[in-house]
Nanobody, 123 residues
Framework: QLQLVESGGGLVQPGGSLRPSCAAS????????IGWSCQAPGHEREGVAW????????RYMPSVEGRLTISRDNAENTVHLQMNNLKPEDQAIYYC????????????????WGQGTQVTVSS
């Protein structure tokens, strides 16, 4: 059974950077598309980034385009989310998720989820 564990969240000032990671165990990530979603208090969970199983293709929510970059290392069974120029509105819990045959950002498309990592953007 695939298990995902996020790490690397934290507190950062507006304009700063973080690089959360998602480590997989129990199964290889090969063959799975990976997505990152975020959920702020009182809001629905929404997808922010997606990367294809091979790492060839990626997609982003418009509000994070150019600031967030998703990448994967299948040999290390790890996925990263480079977050630059963070804004207060980016503050949320960030979750990674895996799914076979997934081609988009919709959280409901994914079958395996991590527990999340908190990203706080505040001066």
């Amino acid at each position: 059974q695939l298990q995902l564990v996020e790490s690397g969240g934290g507190l950062v000032q507006p304009g700063g950077s973080l690089r959360p990671s998602c480590a997989a165990s129990g199964s290889t990530l090969q063959g799975f598309a990976i997505g990152w979603s975020c959920q702020a208090p009182g809001h629905e969970r929404e997808g922010v980034a997606w990367i294809s199983a091979t790492g060839t293709f990626s997609r982003y929510m418009p509000s994070v385009e150019g600031r967030l970059t998703i990448s994967r290392d299948n040999a290390e069974n790890t996925v990263h989310l480079q977050m630059n120029n963070l804004k207060p509105e980016d503050q949320a819990i960030y979750y990674c998720a895996a799914g076979e045959g997934v081609f988009g950002l919709r959280p409901e498309s994914y079958g395996f989820w991590g527990q999340g990592t908190q990203v706080t953007v505040s001066s």
